[in-house]
Structures are given as C-alpha cells and as structure tokens.
C-alpha cells in the first residue's frame, strides 16, 4: 500500500469549515468553507512544491549567501537555494512533526531544531491549527532550549485562492502602508511609503499582470490588532481573508511567476512573517531568543462573503441606533 509523500494527515472540522494538515513540516495543506476552498493547495498524494502551505522556521524568506553574524561568531547556512545563492525558508520545511494533542477541530504538533552547521542552537517549537466559526487559527511557539541567545523568525507560505484560473482576476486588499524594495549592492532594504507606487493595494485592485514577490510592513490593524488581507473574486461577492496578529509584523506577497506549469499565477501566496528577509544579516525584526524564551507568533484563514459582512454592518448600526 503506497503511503503519503508527506506522511500523515490530520483532518480537522467544524461546522462547515474543514482543514488538513500533514506531518511533513507541519504544512498546511487544504482549507475550506462551504465547500469553498480558500486555499490553494496540494493534493493528498502530490508532494510539496513552492512552498505551499509550509512553516518557515527558525527564519522565513532568504538569507543572502547563507552567511550572517552572531555574537561576534561568523555562521555559514547551507545554501537550500543554491541557483540564488540563498539559505531560504528554515530548517524545518522537510521534517517530520509529531502529534501532541488531537480533537476534532484541532492538532497540535511539535519538532525540534538541533544545533547543527550554520544554526548552533536547540529550539523546540509548536504549531498549533484550530478551527472555529471564525475559520482557521494557527498559533507556532517557540522556546529556547539551550543555553546560549539565538536568533529568530518564523513565518508561513499559505497560497490564496477564489476560484479564478489565474491571480490576474483577484481583487486584492493589503493593509501595508509600506513595501520593501530588493536589496541592491549588498545593502539591506529600506522599507518605504507605497504612496504613488504599484505596490499600493490598501484600496482594493485587480492585480491585472503585475508581478509580486514583495515584502510589506506598517500594517494596519483593526480594533482586534489585526491586519486583514483579501482577495475577492472577480464579482466581489466572495473572497478568502488572512489575518495577521501577535509577532506577524512583515508579510510577503507572492504571485507565483517562478513557478512552472498549471500551478503558475495560480495562487497568490500571502506570507505572514516575523521578520522580513535576510534578518538574520540585517537584524531588522530579527528576535533575539534567550535561554528559556518563548516567542509566539499567530494568524489564520476566514472566508469572506459581502452579503453576511453588509447584513452584519447593518445589523451594528441598528444596535447602535437604539
């Protein structure tokens, strides 16, 4: 009996909202809502491509040249993008993750870093996805388990989807009031005002033929401390909503043009991260985790539907008009 290339899955539901999870790096394979998917995934037995779907731990994004300092110590990652020169996306992509607790409507696993060549530390961390009627919460801790300060970033690389053939017809909503711009002749990006750029989505846009892989920051936040991010379908009667809340400070927004095949310009990948990237090289966000710290780093998924959201707004201002 053939088995799973990304080993075991974990199936969670409540009410009319479903989601899989699987042990290889605890990624986050599907999410749906009425049988809507908001998530643009990967098939029970296809392996992982571009990310979908993974945590991005103990740094997400790229390390340029895997080569940072630390404490005064010069560390060399190995370089996990070798045709850029990057170390990318952290250590724990194409591990096995183990299940500590299991419901219906949630699982919480668990993996180690060891200290190894390049990152000389031991850090235990946890995912912990949960449905809800507000959709999908997913909250990743991490603890210092050694005996030194390590560096630390920790993000995830869901795709978003409303159905549409292409991110080209999405209708997307960002709530960063500033964009990172690529680091240029060994440099660190400054993050500057999206004011008058193409990369200026807090009013909603048709992302037409524009080509992402950007990181944003400055987010603004609801009355919850919440970023919301969203992209409508076409029609503007549906749409999938991300949220970012404690320790999700930069997000990376990715249309898919490297990617070949049917899955290119398929999904937009938003990425909630900690940090943006080569923090390990700029310390900008980079957390600086001492012995014993714990780092927790929080966000999810909920459908969108402008019917339910101006019946809710109508029902407000008639509370608030009694």
Not at 199 to 218: H, V
Request: a neutral charge; glycine letters at 12%; charged letters at 20%.
């Amino acid at each position: 009996m053939s088995q799973s290339p990304t080993g075991q899955h974990y199936e969670l539901q409540s009410g009319e909202s479903s989601a899989v999870v699987v042990e290889l790096g605890a990624a986050l394979r599907c999410c749906t809502v009425g049988g809507r998917a908001l998530l643009d995934g990967f098939a029970a037995d296809e392996q992982i491509t571009g990310g979908r779907g993974q945590l991005l731990v103990p740094w997400p994004n790229r390390i340029g040249g895997g080569r940072y300092r630390w404490r005064g110590n010069d560390l060399q990652l190995p370089l996990t993008e070798p045709e850029a020169g990057n170390a990318i996306h952290g250590l724990l992509r194409w591990a096995s993750w183990q299940p500590l607790e299991r419901s219906e409507d949630r699982v919480l696993l668990g993996a180690t870093v060891f200290p190894q060549p390049g990152y000389p530390f031991h850090l235990g961390v946890r995912a912990e996805y949960r449905l809800g009627a507000e959709g999908l919460a997913v909250t990743v801790t991490a603890r210092n388990l050694g005996t030194v300060a390590a560096p630390y970033g920790v993000g995830q690389h869901p795709y978003l989807t409303v159905g549409t053939d292409t991110v080209d017809e999405g209708v997307l909503t960002l709530p960063a009031r500033k964009w990172l711009p690529a680091a240029d002749g060994g440099d660190f990006a400054v993050a500057q005002p999206v004011d008058g750029t193409p990369f200026d989505f807090r009013t909603p846009r048709a992302i037409g033929s524009q080509r992402l892989d950007t990181p944003f920051t400055d987010l603004r936040r609801d009355s919850s401390s919440r970023a919301l991010v969203r992209l409508e379908h076409p029609s503007g009667s549906h749409g999938s909503e991300l949220w970012l809340g404690e320790g999700a400070d930069f997000l990376q927004v990715y249309t898919g043009d490297t990617l070949s095949g049917p899955v290119r310009r398929r999904g937009v990948a938003v990425e909630p991260m900690s940090c943006p990237p080569d923090a390990f090289r700029s310390g900008a966000g980079l957390v600086e985790l001492g012995p014993g710290d714990l780092h927790t780093f929080r966000w999810g998924l909920r459908a969108w539907d402008r019917a339910k959201e101006l019946r809710r707004q109508s029902n407000r201002v008639s509370r608030d008009t009694r």
